[in-house]
């Protein structure tokens, strides 16, 4: 089993800045993709950034030069930093990874997600 565990969300003010930090950890053995998502109440969840393991990236217009995404292969952790944040990045953000395991064949896991507040 593979357990994500993001950390790093809060309340921030209009213009500030934020980084994510999401870990995985279990009988993990090889990680491709790591992603993060957001999801706003009210609305669907929506890519933001991702990462392969070679390190090309990929962002949502909405986001692209305000946030980066980054990654740590050796910690099996992927990074957000978030800059010039606006009130309508205010959701709770999640981290996805597409892994293999000893167990299990590639597949799909997600964090439980951490909330971000941007306050006008």
């Known amino acids: 089993q593979v357990q994500l565990v993001e950390s790093g969300g809060g309340l921030v003010q209009t213009g500030g800045s934020l980084r994510l930090s999401c870990a995985a950890s279990?009988?993990?053995?090889?990680?491709?993709?790591m992603d993060w998502y957001r999801q706003a109440p009210g609305k669907q969840r929506d890519r933001v950034a991702s990462i392969t393991r070679g390190g090309t990236t990929n962002y949502s217009d909405s986001v692209k030069v305000r946030f980066t995404i980054s990654r740590d292969n050796a910690k099996n952790t992927v990074y957000l930093q978030m800059n010039s944040l606006k009130p309508e990045d205010t959701a709770t953000y999640y981290c996805?990874?597409?892994?293999?395991?000893?167990?299990?064949?590639?597949?799909?896991?997600w964090g439980k997600g951490t909330l971000v507040t941007v306050s006008s």
């Open positions: 279990g009988s993990i053995f090889s990680i491709n993709s």
């Open positions: 996805k990874v597409y892994c293999l395991t000893r167990t299990q064949p590639w597949r799909d896991y």
